[in-house]
């Protein structure tokens, strides 16, 4: 890939992505082509040793320090206009009443699910990974890293997809637990069973708990310009995360995927990384605790890993896992070992020395499992520690949970550029009711929840769990009309989106620059 050779040479400094960036046709401040004081003093000192002119060890000490005090003066004023920048980010998000609050849980029990709202979304007992899947309906739904769909009106299985994929079901039990351990109480999501299965998440909590250190991983594939609200759900909560762990976090830009599936060319999958590095940021993370990278820019530094784990996969094993066919390129088949390599510490020795056994957890939606079976059942073969994973449901379409939302139809989504006007027509004209067919049926019957997209779009961002359930009390028995739960709806989302777009002018280019820059993070 280009620019490899650049980074594997310049590992101890980093690769910021400026020769990549160039070869991709991404547009840059010329500036950064000009070479720095420190460089131009340097070739000036050659050129007069050339010359002959004198050039004293005094004045040589002189300069440098000159040159020592004025670059550390300069790394000062960067750092401090950083953290105004990240702290003007995180107060944008804050100001929004809907942004998620940790509350320490210390000196009481830990909270658990509300009953008749939460209970039900959340199994009291963990699946077993042997058991045989129910065969009603099992075929109807499918869920790989490329396609999801349900012929049912409620959507995924998800207790069945437990079973098929050999996970673990969260429990109540494990939500306390997690209280326990980071003093924290849990997010909602965690708590309604939106984030709903795992894998391992028992050995993180035991780790944590005798004085290790963790971190997290997560990404993001760069196809499209704007955001929609589906994909703001896993960096939300893995913000959370950071937040109840107080661990680093690194954040993959498969920049490259993208240009093997789509029809995009290089520079424009490069450069739609850029710009969804800033819906990225905007949701408020540590700059000191968070590193993001671009594909194109780092893979040099991870590029020791990817071999070792392309060693341990076979073509028949990547066929089975991914459904290639013999005419897929040969990039689609080396690709899971990309995904996987960020799973294991040694990837990113800038941050973790020489220490490959820190422990990672992945949280991402459940079709991407897939990938990390196949690098969990790597990581003993190369002496590496397992990933652990915790999995989410699918944030439906605007249509109906049997529906995608896709980008070349605006009305099954909610963007993230959206207006509050737009936000409104899309919720009132498009938004899929349980609500009965007349006013006199739905006062009779109630409202059918499994199926209505305004319920569950306020389950994901109504965090007011008392005000969620007079919701659903009123609208599961009739009293509440569909046009007034989409009113509910449209008071949430406004101020939600509103509050992203305000976080978002503030992650400027130099604010993408730093975030993605190779450097030493707190631990």
């Not at 997560?218 to 893995?238: D, I, Q, Y």
């Not at 652990?388 to 449901?393: C, E, F, M, N, W």
């Not at 569950?456 to 008392?466: G, K, M, Q, R, W």
Request: with cysteine; charged share 25%; glycine share 8%.
């Amino acid at each position: 890939l280009v620019g490899s050779e650049m980074c594997i040479r310049d590992r101890k400094s980093g690769c910021d992505g400026t020769a990549i960036g160039a070869a991709l046709g991404d547009a840059r401040d010329d500036r950064s082509s000009r070479p720095s004081s420190a460089t131009a003093r340097g070739a000036q000192r050659d050129r007069h040793a050339n010359l002959g002119t004198p050039t004293t060890d005094a004045t040589q000490r002189t300069r440098g320090a000159r040159g020592a005090r004025g670059a550390t003066g300069a790394r000062c004023a960067k750092a401090h206009a950083t953290s105004k920048t990240n702290e003007t980010i995180r107060s944008a998000r804050e100001d929004s009443p809907l942004t998620f609050k940790a509350v320490s849980v210390r000196g009481r029990h830990p909270t658990t699910p509300s009953r008749g709202m939460s209970a039900p979304l959340v199994p009291t007992e963990p699946a077993a990974a042997d058991a045989a899947p129910a065969a009603t309906g099992d075929d109807d739904d499918v869920v790989d890293p490329f396609n999801v769909t349900s012929a049912s009106s409620t959507g995924i299985n998800y207790d069945r997809l437990i079973v098929k994929f050999g996970s673990t079901a969260i429990t109540e039990d494990m939500v306390a637990r997690l209280e326990r351990v980071t003093n924290m109480r849990a997010h909602p999501w965690i708590r309604r069973g939106i984030f709903f299965s795992h894998r391992d998440l028992g050995s993180i909590l035991d780790h944590v708990e005798r004085g290790g250190r963790m971190y997290l991983y997560t990404g993001r594939g760069p196809s499209s310009e704007a955001l929609h609200l589906g994909h703001l759900v896993p960096f939300m909560f893995t913000k959370y995360l950071q937040d109840a762990f107080k661990c680093p976090l690194v954040i993959q830009l498969t920049d490259d995927e993208k240009f093997l599936w789509k029809d995009h060319s290089l520079a424009e999958t490069y450069r739609l990384g850029k710009e969804n590095c800033k819906d990225i940021i905007a949701c408020g993370f540590d700059i000191s605790r968070t590193f993001i990278f671009s594909d194109y820019e780092y893979v040099g530094h991870m590029y020791p890993n990817i071999v070792r784990i392309q060693k341990t996969f076979t073509y028949s094993t990547i066929k089975a896992a991914f459904g290639f066919s013999d005419s897929d390129n040969v990039g689609k088949h080396a690709f899971p070992a990309v995904q996987a390599a960020p799973s294991f510490s040694s990837s990113f020795p800038h941050i973790f020395g020489a220490d490959e056994r820190v422990p990672c957890l992945i949280p991402c939606a459940i079709d991407q499992d897939p990938y990390f079976r196949l690098t969990r059942d790597a990581a003993p073969k190369l002496g590496f520690l397992k990933p652990a994973l915790v999995h989410s449901k699918f944030f439906p379409s605007l249509h109906g949970f049997g529906t995608k939302m896709s980008a070349s139809d605006e009305s099954s989504a909610i963007y993230v550029t959206d207006t509050p006007k737009q936000i409104r027509d899309k919720i009132v004209k498009y938004a899929f009711s349980g609500g009965r067919d007349s006013v006199e049926e739905h006062r009779r019957l109630g409202a059918n929840l499994a199926v209505d997209v305004p319920f569950a779009y306020l389950t994901f961002f109504l965090f007011d769990d008392e005000r969620l359930e007079r919701i659903r009390a009123e609208y599961s028995s009739g009293r509440m009309l569909t046009g007034e739960i989409k009113a509910e709806l449209v008071g949430v989302l406004q101020p939600l989106v509103a509050a992203h777009q305000r976080a978002r002018l503030a992650a400027t280019d130099e604010a993408v620059r730093t975030f993605m820059s190779v450097r030493k993070l707190d631990v």
